[in-house]
């Protein structure tokens, strides 16, 4: 049966609220948790799933995404069955691009048409999670023509999401966009159901429906907004999967594996990284039976010197990725990620950096996103003095520093 499920993940979106980390990279192309990109965790947990045909529709500033799927997510010529191929925007339907989600979809009717699966799984590419999709199809193949991923969050933040409403049985019965009123779960009153916005459809449920939205003029073109409620006042099945009830194979969490995070904002991107920080971490990396996949390497380890009185190489409570060296410094609560230089006396509290960062001889740097390719200078201060800082870098609302990827830096005239 798995072989007759045909994926498509939407990795088209701008991200505009995470610049200057999207300034010339897609949102699920964005680095992640030291040596992974946002992407590979749907990849992951479709391949992982048994899911292995899989297209990627790509659109805004791809060539970064399209070449780490060339690198990591190649699986040769082993069958017609196994694919990861991103799709660009190619104008099929008409002279313009993706113009919604379900337009984005439509516009690849044609691989639908090759390929005649009997589910069609739609799954968005830019957030943070572990799902066991094979528990989802079960409970979709029992009941659904339709069915929709969905997180229970408290009342209170679910004025932030697409809510959906459901009976007792968890038949959808109605979907609320960003409502300041949130109709919660039956019996459940403190809580509201969220779309994750990844969905399950019968073929046959799927392709119609897109046809009669896409001749529909006043359409968005939008799953959320136009193609589920439409489906939904023609009677169709559609029901929410319980995130809560899926769980992951080798999992030893002592919480449970409903982890699930939109880091569509720098500040939820920072809070989703420092998250991996925890003794116990909800969202597990370690679980061999359930890899998160990134690019291969053939970086060194990781090395740590000096051990003299106040020159120490250290990291407490923190990732610390391949090729990085911690030369006599001391990194705490921090995402270190690949080939970076952390010289002597300098201290990184509280940071993520992404590949090829150097921290300069007696640098502090504190509560900082730090893309690739960047050198702090030597003896600098970033992360102390918010109006200094943002004289030189972006500042987000609650006092994060962000530095651009290549972002040349100069010591502050004092």
Known sequence: MRNKILAFVMAGGKGTRLEPLTSDRSKPAVPFGGKYRI????????????????????????????????????????????????????????????????????????LVSDHQPELIAVFGGDHIFKMNVEDMIAFHQAQSD?????????????????????????RITGFQEKPKNPTPIPDRPDVALVSMGNYLFNRGILTDALAADAADPRSSHDFGKNVLPALLAQGKRLYAYDYNRNRIPGSTNQFNDA???????????????????AISPQLDLYN??????????????????????????????????????????????????????????SEVHSC?????????RGARVRRCIIDKHVRIPNNDVVGYNRDEDAKRFHVTESGIVVIAKHQRIELPKR
């Open 146 to 170: 339709v069915t929709i991923a969905a997180i229970p969050v408290p009342i209170a933040e679910a004025n932030q999401f697409g809510v959906i409403q459901v009976d007792a049985d968890w």
């Open 288 to 345: 061999q039976e359930w890899p998160i996949r990134s690019e291969p390497n053939n970086f060194p380890p990781a090395k740590f010197v000096h051990n003299a009185e106040g020159r120490v190489g250290q990291a407490i409570q923190s990732i610390v990725c391949e090729g990085t060296i911690i030369s006599g410094s001391t990194v705490i609560d921090s995402v270190i990620g690949r080939r970076c230089r952390i010289n002597s006396y």
């Open 39 to 110: 992407i590979d965790f749907v990849l992951s947990n479709l391949i992982n799933s048994g899911i292995y045909s899989i297209y990627v529709l790509t659109q805004f500033k791809s060539q970064s995404l399209s070449q780490h799927l060339e690198t990591t997510w190649n699986f040769g010529s082993i069958l017609n069955t196994h694919f990861i191929i991103p799709v660009p925007a190619q104008q099929r339907t008409g002279e313009h691009w993706y113009q919604g989600t379900a337009d984005a979809i439509f516009q690849n009717s044609n």
């Open 259 to 277: 982890y699930w995070r939109d880091v569509g904002t720098l500040e939820s991107y920072y809070e989703a990284s420092m998250d991996l920080r």
């Open 352 to 360: 993520v950096l992404m590949d090829d960062v150097e921290i300069g």
